[in-house]
């Protein structure tokens, strides 16, 4: 009896076996081929379609199944969504055929999800992408890859926040671990070089070069930072190891920061006379955009100029507790491929972009600039004359004290949506500067009788600022009247535009007339004797009423 249960638990066994092995050759059925998820997720045509469906969606290819508006000549325009074969989708707005708008899209093949902006079917300004290990970027897009300013958290919770390039951070930034410690500077290639290194409890910083994500080379901690007992260490990392000054030889009591310039490293230092400034001050200048876009140019645009030493001979700083700098002048000496020395590179100076506005206003026969002079310009103003620099907000918003002047005395709403763009990313002197500069035009119909009073207008609104002078300059004159490079350069291109028909009339609406004055108030009656004459009346109605009683 044992045997005979044995056997049949081996039956049972085999046979169980059998069957699992053909459930599981059921379940092994060939996957649907993409245009086979198509077709089944268009379950609304099948009907009309009949059995030519399947090999319908097959020939659509590349071109999907596409649902929402056409123009008149068929074309995708306007709101629409596509189903492409692959198992893609996109749903947004469309433009002669192309994906260009706000839009999102989902890459079946990755997981990954994109909901921004398009432009001929690529990604081009801002977005969001959600990618399927949980990391996410949120800024900007060009070329379909992420360039310029933009946040990615990765999937363990840092973060990064700052300059992109190609998909690859560069420039400055700020990278944030999950302990609560950041890196704040400037990245090359993905790759920390130099700045901040700001610990978990914030009251402990390092400033210094880095390599491989770790400290090299000098630099220094500052201990209790920002409280009553600060201190400051400085030394050097050698092999990962920190060794203070004076316990190492050959470290420089003047502050040095060691970064990769044309491929080979430099110390960049101070020259004698800034010989207050510390190592942090040399962070923040290898941190300073225009520094940074200044060695990528050496990098890539200027491959005949060898460097041979690099010093930092000011900086100006935006405010005095700040650590933000608004200019650098550096001290370069250099020598060309035949190694003759450059002349000129002793005074280079480093700015951020700026933008000079153009207000051009057209009244009558007259269409004039409102350009700014010095206030001791009255003998010279042919060398005096320029365009006004204002500051942009992130929002468009214009700033600074032109703005604050013209807008009441002019009645204008200046805004950066308002103009149209005239010169983008000018140098004017590309060997010793590099700060970029954008002009931009804002052209507006006022009244003759308000051409009439502008000058009288600006004269009384500057006349109490402090300001310099603005006066305004007919447009046709501004280029034998000034010597200012950027100022007859972008008033040629706007006469140039004009000729072309590439430059409307006017960016906003003609500014109303303005409102008549009232009429003088006619000079009040005098009503005291009206009502003396009533008051004896009604006396009088009264005492006849007593006589008759």
């Known amino acids: ?78 709101e629409g969504r596509t189903l492409y074969p692959n198992g893609d989708m996109y749903c947004g707005q469309y433009r002669n055929n192309q994906r260009d708008g706000l839009g999102t899209y989902y890459f079946a093949s990755t997981g990954m999800l994109y909901t921004g902006n398009w432009t001929n079917n690529i990604r081009d300004g801002v977005g969001r992408m959600v990618y399927p290990d949980g990391g996410r970027y949120f800024g900007s897009w060009a070329r379909d890859t ?26 400055f930034g700020t990278y944030s671990f999950t302990d609560g410690s950041q890196y704040i500077g400037a990245y090359v290639d993905g790759e920390f070089v130099s700045g901040e290194w700001r610990m978990a409890q914030g009251s402990t910083r390092y400033y210094g070069a880095f390599r491989n994500d770790v400290p090299f080379g000098a630099g220094v901690y500052i201990f209790k930072y920002g409280t009553e007992g600060s201190f400051r260490q400085e030394g050097t990392y050698t092999n990962g190891k920190w060794a203070p000054i004076g316990a190492v030889k050959g470290v420089h009591a003047t502050p040095q920061l060691r970064l990769i310039i044309q491929q080979r490293e430099f ?6 006379e800034c010989g207050a400034l510390h190592m942090e ?61 450059i002349r000129n590179t002793d005074a280079i100076t480093l700015s951020e972009p700026v ?22 310009s009255s003998q010279a103003l042919n060398e005096q004359l320029s365009l006004p620099t204002v500051r942009t907000t992130s929002d468009g918003a214009f700033l600074g004290e032109f703005i604050r002047v013209v807008e009441p005395a002019v009645r204008v709403r200046l805004h950066k949506s308002l103009t149209k763009s005239i010169l983008s990313n000018v140098l004017s002197d590309p060997q010793t500067e590099n700060s970029q500069q954008d002009v931009v035009a804002y052209i507006q ?22 300001f310099e002078t603005i006066v305004p300059i007919r447009l046709a004159d501004i280029a034998s009247m000034s010597t200012d490079a950027i100022t007859v350069a972008a008033t040629l291109r706007v006469q140039a535009m004009i ?3 590439k430059l409307p009339s006017a960016t906003v609406e003609a500014q109303r007339p303005p409102t008549p ?25 009264r005492a006849a009423a007593e006589e008759d009683q």
């Not at 363990?156 to 998909?167: C, L, M, T």
């Not at 119909?445 to 600022?465: C, F, N, V």
């Open 517 to 541: 004055l009232p009429p003088s108030a006619e000079p009040r009656p005098d009503i005291e004797p009206l009502l003396e004459a009533e008051r004896k009346a009604l006396a009088a109605k």
């Open 499 to 501: 000729a072309e028909g």
């Open 355 to 376: 933008t000079k506005l153009m207000v051009i206003l057209t009244g009558g026969d007259k269409t004039v600039c409102l350009l700014k002079k010095a206030p001791s």
């Open 267 to 272: 110390a960049l230092t101070f020259t004698d």
């Open 1 to 78: 009896e044992i045997v005979e249960r044995e056997k049949e638990k081996a039956l049972q066994a085999a046979q169980a076996q059998e069957d699992g092995e053909a459930e599981d050759e059921e379940e092994k059925e060939p996957e649907p081929k993409p245009e086979q998820l198509v077709y089944d997720a268009l379950s609304e045509y099948q009907d009309d379609w009949g059995k030519r469906g399947l090999g319908l969606v097959k020939l659509i290819g590349e071109l999907g199944v596409y649902q929402g508006s056409r123009d008149a000549e068929y074309t995708k325009e306007g």
């Open 281 to 341: 001050h040399l962070v923040y200048v290898s941190n300073f955009a225009p520094f940074i876009r200044w060695v990528r140019s050496l990098n890539q645009n200027l491959p005949n100029i060898v460097l041979d030493s690099v010093q930092v001979s000011s900086i100006k700083l935006k405010e005095e507790q700040n650590a933000e700098l608004k200019e650098v002048k550096l001290k370069v000496v250099a020598r060309d491929a035949a190694g003759k020395r």
């Open 146 to 171: 992420q360039n310029g300013d933009g946040h990615y958290t990765y999937p363990d919770g840092s973060s990064y926040v700052g300059s992109w390039e190609n998909g690859v951070k560069n420039g």
């Open 445 to 466: 119909h006022i009244h003759a009788d308000a051409m009439a009073k502008l000058q009288s207008r600006l004269e009384e609104a500057t006349g109490t600022s402090g």
